[in-house]
């Protein structure tokens, strides 16, 4: 078993940044990626982010170039900096581990909004 608490999440004004972190605990060494997915009110929840054990990351085309993944496998901790936030990026934001099974966080809420 995983367990994932996510933090960092809040109000921002459009153009603002946030960090989110993801703490795992538990069975981590059965963890490979590291992800972030997030759901908009009323949408499916879509793919965001995510960092291979190697160090390899993946972004969704709408969140290219204003997020940035990254781990700290000595913390056991994810990240996910957004910069340039767009009212569109509002959302609640999950995170994700995967190895012999898939394990998601409670989420976390960021707002987007003037």
């Known amino acids: 078993q995983v367990q994932l608490v996510e933090s960092g999440g809040g109000l921002v004004q459009p153009g603002g940044s946030l960090r989110l972190s993801c703490a795992a605990s538990?069975?981590?060494?059965?963890?490979?990626?590291m992800g972030w997915y997030r759901q908009a009110p009323g949408k499916q929840r879509e793919f965001a982010a995510q960092?291979?054990?190697?160090?390899?990351?993946n972004y969704a085309d709408s969140v290219k170039g204003r997020f940035s993944i990254s781990r700290d496998n000595a913390k056991n901790t994810l990240y996910l900096q957004m910069n340039s936030l767009k009212p569109e990026d509002t959302a609640v934001y999950y995170c994700?581990?995967?190895?012999?099974?898939?394990?998601w966080g409670q989420g976390t809420q960021v707002t987007v909004s003037s």
């Open positions: 960092i291979s054990g190697g160090g390899s990351t």
């Open positions: 538990g069975s981590i060494s059965s963890i490979v990626n």
């Open positions: 994700f581990v995967s190895g012999v099974r898939v394990y």
